[in-house]
């Protein structure tokens, strides 16, 4: 059974940081993983990708204080989060490409040009000023 699962959200003031785990299990395949975001009242966004050679993608917003990482061993993939504003209060997932593309919220989303055909069910980060 294919299963990404999240861990590392919290709670942070403005200037503060945080490090998202998400465990993928059940692939046979190293892929593109990443994460997305979704705050209250908005679509969901790309944060970051990283694919099977390590090869990583940042959305704006997390350029210069993000950095996403791999440990292809274990199938983990980190986001860590730094200099946290209160615009970063979202749910982020954790999504893999492949597989039957997974919509949410009626749209379609990709990793490395490839769409996602799984997610995490989410982590809550909140970010206080």
């Known amino acids: 059974e294919v299963k990404l699962v999240e861990s590392g959200g919290g709670s942070v003031q403005s200037g503060g940081s945080l490090r998202l785990s998400c465990t993928a299990s059940?692939?046979?395949?190293?892929?593109?993983l990443g994460w997305f975001r979704q705050a209250p009242d908005r679509e969901r966004e790309g944060v970051a990708s990283?694919?099977?050679?390590?090869?990583?993608t940042y959305a704006d917003p997390a350029k210069g204080r993000f950095t996403i990482s791999r440990d292809g061993a274990e199938n983990m993939v980190y986001l860590d989060l730094n200099r946290l504003e209160p615009e970063d209060t979202a749910i982020y997932y954790c999504?893999?490409?492949?597989?039957?593309?997974?919509?949410?919220?009626?749209?379609?989303?990709?990793?490395?040009?490839?769409?996602?055909?799984?997610w995490g069910h989410g982590t809550q980060v909140t970010v206080s000023s």
């Open positions: 059940g692939f046979t395949t190293r892929r593109c």
């Open positions: 999504a893999a490409a492949g597989g039957a593309p997974a919509y949410r919220g009626g749209r379609q989303y990709a990793l490395c040009g490839v769409p996602v055909g799984y």
């Open positions: 990283i694919d099977g050679e390590g090869g990583i």
